[in-house]
């Protein structure tokens, strides 16, 4: 099977990007726009088109859904109006800003010091939490310690009942 090819000279190649919605003149009429100024567009994406590229050039533009006529389901338009300026976005990422400083135990900078002085002054924990973690160091080395007697008393004097009630050794039991 054969193809047969015609040669067409001076076609304009559509772009794939879809800022070309866009063209030049529309942007410069959209950049030339003042504070208050409306119009209208058919479509929710070309209100997409229109606010991405305000967010590029440093314009702020709102919509609102229009109804016309009774049915609501087909008679619509959006109109568009520029609320003010804003700050230019640009499209490249700032990835120094967004890295982190550490990264697990992989990182250089983990084994580095931060500053001067104990790690404990440096973060700057709270005097009452020092306090009752020593409060509980301390608690557990005395159930150490009652953890010792009682196995010394196992061991030497056969004594069983360790329960916390007051016994009163009588004649008989000693």
């Keep these: 099977m054969k193809i047969n090819i015609e040669i067409e000279d001076n076609i304009v190649k559509p772009s794939i990007y879809p800022s070309q919605m866009l063209d030049t003149e529309t942007k ?16 929710a994406g070309q209100v997409q088109h229109i606010q991405l590229y305000g967010r590029s050039v440093g314009k702020r533009f709102s919509s609102r ?4 006529g009774d049915r609501k389901d087909k008679n619509f338009h959006f109109r568009v109006w520029l609320e003010g300026d804003r700050e230019p976005k640009t499209r490249k990422p700032d990835y120094a800003k967004n890295q982190p400083k550490t990264f ?3 990182s250089k900078q983990a084994s580095q010091s931060d500053g001067e002085g104990s790690a404990t002054e440096r973060s700057k924990v709270p005097n009452e939490i020092l306090t009752l973690i020593e409060l509980k160091e301390e608690n557990r080395m005395i159930v150490d310690d009652l953890n010792k007697i009682k196995k010394i ?3 030497e004097l056969g004594y069983s009942d360790f329960s916390l ?4 050794f009588t004649e008989d039991e000693s």
Excluded at 28 to 43: A, D, H
């Design 28 to 43: 410069k009429v959209l950049r030339s726009m003042e504070k208050g100024q409306s119009f209208t567009v058919k479509t």
């Design 65 to 68: 859904k229009i109804y016309t």
């Design 104 to 106: 697990g135990s992989l």
């Design 153 to 155: 008393l196992r061991q």
């Design 165 to 168: 009630e007051k016994t009163d």
